[in-house]
T-cell receptor, first 115, second 112 residues
């Protein structure tokens, strides 16, 4: 089973709203990721959690707040977003990067529109 | 500076023929390479990977070749099928590093 699930599939929010994106995996992976993808571009890394601890924050604005409640779940809390934040938000998971393979398995994404 | 380059934005191939997608890299520290396939409005799907200690890896219709001296890898799909029409991304990583460095992608179109 290489499934990563994400909810919701689509989200429209105003610039003053607070919303959350959710991600879940049951592959026993101990690394989880948030990416942002704009049309016709490769995924852009936002955050990495390793063993439920924030490992990488790619200088993401504080209006994006990640949370890893346990090894299977990853949330992305959104607040006061800008229209330019509209994109496909992808969650991924993998084994920890420690000399093994580095395949990241992606969820279907949440299409976010900020109005 | 792009460390992973996919110089062909698009490629059109006849159904049943071989599709060859190319990828070049500049960082000699990369030791693991991956290919992903992406349909519009969906997450990337992992296809196949190769470690730098190998020069070939095969999985069904997909074969990846790695030429370390030329810093070049390629993905061969044979025979090509209509469902292979998608954007293909090449990605690379260094040992013990979570970050994947992505190419810009190549849009593959399989013609019936």
């Amino acid at each position: 089973d290489t499934e990563v699930t994400q909810t919701p599939k689509h989200l429209v929010m105003g610039m003053t709203n607070k919303k959350s994106l959710k991600c879940e995996q049951h592959m026993g992976h101990r690394a989880m990721y948030w990416y942002k993808q704009k049309a016709k571009k490769p995924p852009e890394l936002m955050f990495v959690y390793s063993y439920e601890k924030l490992s990488i924050n790619e200088s993401v604005p504080s209006r994006f707040s990640p949370e890893c409640p346990n090894s299977s779940l990853l949330n992305l809390h959104l607040h006061a977003l800008q229209p330019e934040d509209s994109a496909l938000y992808l969650c991924a998971s993998s084994q920890p990067a420690s000399g093994g393979s580095y395949e990241q398995y992606f969820g279907p994404g949440t299409r976010l529109t900020v109005t | 500076d792009q460390q992973v380059k996919q110089n062909s934005p698009s490629l059109s191939v006849q159904e049943g023929r071989i599709s060859i997608l190319n990828c070049d890299y500049t960082n000699s520290m990369f030791d693991y390479f991956l290919w992903y396939k992406k349909y519009p409005a969906e997450g990337p799907t992992f296809l196949i990977s190769i470690s730098s200690i190998k020069d070939k890896n095969e999985d069904g219709r997909f074969t990846v070749f790695l030429n370390k001296s030329a810093k070049h890898l390629s993905l061969h799909i044979v025979p090509s099928q209509p469902g292979d029409s998608a954007v293909y991304f090449c990605a690379a990583s260094e040992d013990s590093n979570y970050q994947l460095i992505w190419g810009a992608g190549t849009k593959l179109i399989i013609k019936p």
